[in-house]
């Protein structure tokens, strides 16, 4: 479609941006075109991440007790105590 595209339909190009939009408004343009650019190049790495599998967290272990929650609550027995029970 392009494959045509020399200097002097570059040049025509650029002259007929000047004239509809002036030549203060070209570099805010310019800069809102790369912005959106950037972001858009962003968003697309970011979706190439997330396609990607990883790999699954490893298992943390089990601190402390499970206490059930049908079951009262039991109370610390003091260590000389359970010395003598049997």
Same mark, same amino acid.
């Given at each position: 479609?392009?494959?045509?595209l020399?200097a ?14 002036g ?5 805010d343009l310019?800069?809102? *075109?790369g ?8 968003? #697309?790495?970011q ?5 990607? $599998?990883r790999?699954a967290?490893a298992p943390k272990?089990?601190?402390g007790t *499970?206490q059930?929650?049908d ?5 610390? #027995?003091p ?5 003598d029970? $049997?």
């Open positions: 479609m392009f494959r045509n020399g002097p339909e570059i040049l025509l190009i650029l002259a007929v941006l000047v004239l509809l939009f030549a203060k408004k070209l570099p310019s800069r809102s *075109v912005k959106s650019m950037r972001i858009f190049k962003s968003e #697309v790495k979706m190439q991440d997330d396609d990607e $599998p790999p967290p272990p089990i601190e *499970v059930r929650a079951e009262a609550p039991r109370q610390a #027995v260590e000389a105590e359970r010395r029970t $049997p």
